[in-house]
């Protein structure tokens, strides 16, 4: 079933592409200037969705100049390949840090696979994307797309590779300001086992610094700016209290995210209502919480 295509300005469209039918979880964006770009492409497994997403609004895929992920993580950029293939007149553009993982994927594969076990699979493996057709963007990259500029903010933390990309007064933030779902209109933060607290708070400071108007999550849609990363930084200190209290009282992840679910208003709804992925995404922040904390405690 062809995803529902939905408009957010003249320029911009966003749809779910549903990942092994889970809805409202993943969003792709795409960007209508005279260039056409895609935002995000999901994983290697939802990539008939996304295709047929692109078909939906009408595109061929050989109009598809550039396929823009925030970070590599599967769920935002597994597809990449895959779509890459397809999209035949089409350029990459990646963090220079991914720059290497997406043209050989097997660190990229074995290291996803390491850290989210099962659920690798779950999104399927990434296909390899020629270096010619790769455009390495450091911070402040800037590309015309036509009548606007789209912009690379880079924003680690999330990942060393995270950027955040700049369209107007408009954001793709990708995981750089954690998750948010419409319906609980709440922020959470979302860290991989490799976390890097400090460098998260310093991107959600300096993006607060842009006065931009709309940030479009990948998890999930399009949500009004103001205020929102005064709120998510709250939320990510907040969160890394009661991981530190936990931590010092030597409870498992598992205690601590079950205390959180009982305290942090709206996190039990996405707990239940977003599935696996979701459920062990809580976990995993949780953890990558843990590990940043044994680094820094090493550190003395
Ligand atoms: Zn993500």
Same mark, same amino acid.
């Given at each position: 079933m062809a995803p529902i295509i939905n408009k957010h300005s003249n320029n911009i469209f966003w749809f779910d592409i549903?990942? *092994?039918? #889970?809805? *409202?979880f993943i969003s792709v964006y795409v960007i209508m200037d005279k260039k056409i770009s895609i935002i995000e492409t999901g994983p290697a497994s939802s990539h008939n969705n996304l295709l047929a997403g692109i078909k939906q609004m009408g595109? *061929? !895929? #050989? @109009?598809? @100049?550039y396929i823009i992920p925030t970070h590599i993580h599967l769920d935002h950029f597994g597809g990449g390949g895959h779509l890459m293939e397809i999209c035949e007149n089409a350029k990459s553009i990646v963090h220079p840090n991914a720059y290497k993982h997406v043209s050989s994927i097997d660190s990229w594969w074995s290291g996803s696979r390491e850290f989210l076990g099962s659920i690798a699979d779950l999104y399927g493996k990434p296909k390899p994307i020629s270096k010619e057709r790769l455009i390495s963007a450091e911070n402040g990259f800037e590309l015309s797309l036509g009548h606007h500029k789209i912009k690379a903010l880079h924003t680690p933390?999330?990942? !060393?590779h995270h950027i955040t990309w700049i369209y107007e007064m408009e954001a793709f933030v990708g995981d750089s300001a954690g998750l948010w779902y419409s319906d609980i209109d709440r922020s959470f933060p979302v860290t991989p086992g490799y976390y890097r607290h400090d460098l998260a708070l310093e991107s959600i400071e300096k993006m607060e610094?842009?006065?931009?108007e709309y940030l479009h999550y990948t998890h999930f849609g399009p949500r009004p700016a103001d205020g929102v990363f005064r709120e998510t930084k709250r939320e990510f200190e907040l969160w890394m209290e009661i991981v530190k209290q936990g931590y010092s009282e030597d409870k498992s992840s598992k205690t601590i995210l079950n205390e959180l679910l009982e305290i942090r208003p709206g996190l039990q709804e996405t707990h239940s209502s977003h599935g696996p992925h979701q459920t062990e995404t809580h976990l995993g922040t949780v953890e990558g919480m843990l590990n940043w904390i044994r680094r820094e405690y090493a550190k003395g």
């Open positions: 549903c990942p *092994n039918n #889970e809805s *409202n595109l *061929n !895929p #050989e @109009d598809v @100049d933390g999330h990942a !060393p610094k842009l006065n931009l």
